[in-house]
């Protein structure tokens, strides 16, 4: 089982940054991507920003430019920083992990408890 932790979230006025930060722990092989997801009230869950291990990422283009998503493979934690916040980035904001576990190197995938962000104007 791979638990992710999420830190980071609040409330920022527009034009303000958070960072926000996910933990990942127990037992697994490898964890290949990590990635930040979000779902606002009414809408579906979709793609922040993903960074595999090797350090290449990928982003929505409604946060390119604004938000940085970068990783620490020793601690296995991923960031994001986010710029320039705009009321429209208000959301749960999810932490996601993608590897193989121990036994088999079964692929898992693993969801944070979400942390809210909320951005006022």
């Known amino acids: 089982q791979v638990q992710l932790v999420e830190s980071g979230g609040g409330l920022v006025q527009a034009g303000g940054s958070l960072r926000l930060s996910c933990a990942a722990s127990?037992?697994?092989?490898?964890?290949?991507?990590m990635g930040w997801y979000r779902q606002a009230p009414g809408t579906q869950r979709e793609l922040v920003a993903a960074i595999t291990s090797g350090g290449s990422t990928n982003y929505a283009d409604s946060v390119k430019g604004r938000f940085t998503i970068s990783r620490d493979n020793a601690k296995n934690t991923v960031y994001l920083q986010m710029n320039s916040l705009k009321p429209e980035d208000t959301a749960v904001y999810y932490c996601?992990?993608?590897?193989?576990?121990?036994?088999?190197?079964?692929?898992?995938?693993?969801w944070g408890q979400g942390t809210q962000v909320t951005v006022s104007s």
């Open positions: 996601n992990a993608e590897g193989r576990g121990i036994v088999a190197g079964i692929p898992f995938r693993s």
């Open positions: 127990g037992s697994f092989f490898k964890i290949n991507t």
